[in-house]
């Protein structure tokens, strides 16, 4: 089936500092990706829709300026995480709808989730 | 405000026995529903889906019921094996729109 890949896996940070998650589709074109982020024994909770070419929607109380999303080509989006913090700490998985699916959320890849530790 | 839920944290079952994960939802606007399955840092895999038009749904060992009425559904898992132990997340859209999920489910599946 689709492939959907995240990286890094894993990344410690310095408090203040930036990171930068990338979520590649590897066999297909992904024209919209959805950015999730979960808490310890906590449901996935949508951050973001990123749709390539355009700006990302942003789910309620998520900082569009904090966690910056870049959907520049149809098999690539980055969530940047800025000047973050420990509290930012937390499990970031990226998902795609895969390749024919239309508008059937069934269908939705997700990559490997990458875990953000902030010292 | 949680739409979706999983109102057990875990589940432990025998190998070979059915496992019955069920979850609840409060919208009653959540018209497609779909069980995802994962692993320890990975990310979660689909594992089946219904839509309200049916009520049941089977895919091998795994079946989906949907109770409409109570806003219910539940995953049987038959026969159960130890490579079934994972966390079940529960997720609904509205009109295929974005997923909300549940808080999850941990199985474990014994020899």
């Known amino acids: 089936g689709a492939v959907v890949s995240q990286h890094p896996s894993w990344v410690i940070c310095k408090s203040g500092t930036s990171v930068k998650i990338e979520c590649r589709s590897l066999?297909?074109?992904?024209?919209?990706m959805f950015w999730y982020r979960q808490f310890p024994k906590q449901s996935l909770m949508l951050m973001a829709t990123s749709n390539e070419g355009s700006k990302a929607t942003y789910e309620q109380g998520v900082e569009k300026d904090k966690f910056l999303i870049n959907h520049a080509s149809l098999t690539l989006s980055t969530l940047t995480v800025t000047s973050a913090h420990p509290e930012d700490s937390s499990f970031y998985i990226c998902?795609?709808?895969?390749?024919?699916?239309?508008?059937?959320?069934?269908?939705?890849?997700f990559g490997e989730g990458s875990r953000l530790t902030v010292l | 405000d949680q739409q979706v839920k999983q109102n057990s944290p875990s589940l432990s079952v025998q190998e070979g026995r059915i496992s019955i994960l069920n979850c609840d939802y409060t919208n009653s606007m959540f018209d497609y529903f779909l069980w995802y399955k994962k692993y320890p840092a990975e990310g979660p895999t689909f594992l089946i889906s219904?839509?309200?038009?049916?009520d049941k749904n089977e895919d091998g060992r795994f079946t989906v019921f949907l109770n409409k009425s109570a806003k219910h559904l539940s995953l049987h898992i038959v026969p159960s094996q130890p490579g079934d132990s994972a966390v079940y997340f529960c997720?609904?859209?509205?009109?295929?729109?974005?997923?909300?999920f549940g808080k999850g489910t941990m199985l474990l599946v014994s020899p």
């Open positions: 219904i839509s309200s038009i049916k």
């Open positions: 066999d297909f074109q992904a024209t919209t």
């Open positions: 998902s795609a709808r895969g390749p024919g699916s239309g508008a059937n959320t069934g269908e939705l890849f």
């Open positions: 997720a609904a859209s509205e009109r295929y729109s974005t997923l909300t």
